[in-house]
Structure formats: C-alpha cells, structure tokens
C-alpha cells in the first residue's frame, strides 16, 4: 500500500478517535449538568420536567432562572427587619385562628413585603416563584400551593378548613 494510503488510514483514525472523545466529554458534560440541577432544585428539578416534558427544555429553564437569579440584587434582611418581619408572621399565625381567610391574605402580602425588601422582582408572580426556586427550591412549591389558596380565598372559593 503506497504511504498516502497509509497516511490516509491514519487521518480517518484521528478524526474518528476526536470525535469519539468529543461526544464522550459531552455526554459526561451534560450527565454533570444534570447532576448538578438535580442536586440544586431538588423536587423543582422534576416540577419543571414535568412542565417542559424534556430534559434539555428543564435544563435550560433552570440554567437561566440561576443565570437571571445571579443578576439580582439580593440582600439579607437586618436584624431589625428580620425581628419586624417574624413579630409579623407570628401574628399572621395567630390571626389565622379566628379569621384564616384575612389570615391567608395577611401572609401572602407580607411574603411580597419581604421579598421585595430583600430585592426579589415581584411584580409577576410566576417570575418571583422562578426567584424563589433558585435560592429556595425546597419550599418554592409550598409558597405556590399558598398562592393558589390565596388566590381563591380573593375569589371566596375557600372555605375556613
């Protein structure tokens, strides 16, 4: 077999064995990434899944909630804010006793209070709950189900139980 043919045999393999390790690195690429967004969102990871019916759909939604997320401004509360805003939700809790369907709107709007003086946008409640998930994807679902009985408290869809 004359040398080119031999030089020829020898690039193919190169370029075969390259782009064997490409998709080999990408696959363990992407196997990372989606380790990554399951270890962070937990059950937020699935919700979403579960909403988008894809991976690659899930994976970039939350990738660009982290990415809008880090954009933000957050701040921790004082500790005077954080002693105003817990005296706050103790009597939300108390309230609720006699009067849950004032109560449920009580805590819905100081929730609000609070994420805007911490710096979250809270103009468009699908967007805060997207916040949320990034720095709080163990409870995010809970703050949505509260919204929804809010919601239907306005409506008086809901009764006391």
Do not use: C
């Not at 075969?16 to 990372?32: E, G, H, M, Y």
């Not at 911490?118 to 949320?132: L, V």
């Not at 990034?134 to 239907?152: C, F, G, K, M, T």
Request: hydrophobic residues 40%.
């Amino acid at each position: 077999m004359p040398v080119w043919g031999w030089i020829l045999i020898a690039a193919i393999v190169v370029i075969a064995a390259t782009a064997i390790a490409i998709v080999v690195a990408r696959s363990a690429n992407s196997r990372k990434k989606t380790e990554r967004l399951k270890q962070r969102f937990g059950p937020e990871y699935e919700r979403t899944l579960g909403e988008t019916g894809e991976q690659r759909a899930a994976e970039d939604e939350l990738a660009a909630r982290e990415r809008r997320r880090d954009k933000l401004n957050i701040v921790a509360l004082s500790p005077q804010a954080r002693e105003k805003y817990a005296a706050s939700w103790r009597a939300v809790q108390t309230a609720f006793i006699d009067n849950p369907s004032s109560a449920v709107g009580d805590a819905d709007r100081l929730v609000i209070e609070v994420m805007r003086e911490r710096g979250y946008p809270i103009e468009d409640f699908d967007q805060r709950a997207a916040d949320i998930s990034v720095d709080h994807p163990a409870v995010v679902d809970n703050y949505r189900a509260a919204h929804r009985i809010s919601l239907s408290q306005q409506q008086g869809n809901v009764d006391t139980e």
